[in-house]
């Protein structure tokens, strides 16, 4: 595998691990990391949160990467927790 | 526009009307209907009046032959999906229900037909046809009103309804559908336009990846398990696979040409994975699709992928931005879309 791929790998690896932490601790989900899948949705259907959840999330968002989403970002960002993971690389860089 | 064209734009736009005969729909009544249910699901049960939750049955292998929701409805539980058969489903109900026998199993297809709608203003359609409760009926809830079911779950990634109507009323509904319709520039949606959707929402299909034997684990579907429960059928295969690890999973992916289902999957000219299901997404500009990816190229976000010539990038799902997400029953109409969504 190419050194470039592995360290793309490593990256999303390491960025969704720490966004599932956050997930899991901060919402306190009664789920282990290897039970919530990446493209599990946030609401609705999924993990079931609601908008209480959502207020959780975007403060802990900002409080644990320094990222702050607005009304426009949030409704995207907080689909799946892919989509959640996909902002935090495109804002934050070399999430170890 | 083709037919299919044109189901796929009334269901991202407006509102779109299909019948769909191949909806399930059974009633359980009896004492012991939700302890039936909760013998074959692999979800928790306990739902509050009007509330659905969405699931799968389970074959011993832990592969979903359906695609399900478990509702409840007064005292009366409810099981609405799609595949297999109706017949079948019942049977299996029945022998994997051991030691449960006061509950009886009603085919509601028998009796009614079921009329789906989907799009940012279906519910502005269905509260002007069927009545304003509509309007009040949360996600994954259910309602009936004059011997009409009324299911508000949909796999678009839109607002989405199935309504379950008497057989011998059902042309009356149609007509007064199509007649109500045309203001909402209302189309007929087929089922390759509500499939297309379906793809690019990351929706479970049991028609695609759903004939490939993967369990929940693989299809992401997790979340459909309670974590409580460990006697459903197929949780034995579930427990074993999450013991062994998984070695695959699905992914959504894009590629800018079009690419036969089952094709191979190569990263600098090793076989990676394989393609399941692909379909040109007019939202997206490009094809869309799931992969059965091996890990850990099963990341979204990675490119330099090929499948037949093509190259190939894995993305989060969904694959598309609803504009449902941005439409509210409270505050928008569809005769109003215009100065209010711009």
Redesign the interface.
Known sequence: ??SN?KE??QQ??NT?NRVIEMLISSLQL??SP????????LF????GLDSVDAVEVIITLEAEFGISLDEGDS??AL??I??L??VV?SRKENIQ | MTETEVGYHAIRNSVAFAEEPELRCLQLTGSQAFEALDAVCPCDIFLQDGQMRHTLLLNENGNPFADVYVCREAENAYLVGYGSNVDEIIDWITDHATGITDFLITDLGKSHANLAFDGPYAWELCAEVFGTNVLGLPYLGMLVLDDIFIFRAGRTGEYGYHLLVPIDQKNTWIEKVLTTGAAFEMARANEAARAQCVLENFFFDINREGQYNLTPLELQLQWRLSKQKDTYPGAQAIQELRQAGLTHRLTCFTTPDAVNTNAEITYDGEIVGQVLASGYSPMHKNYVGKALLRKPYWHAGLDGFRAEDSPLKTISAPAVNNLSLNVSPYHHSFHTRKEELT
Do not use: C, H, W
């Open positions: 595998m190419q791929l793309k790998i999303r690896e969704f009664e789920y290897d039970e919530l899948d990446a493209d599990t949705p609705g259907t999924g993990l409704i995207f689909r799946t892919n989509s993971v996909d690389m």
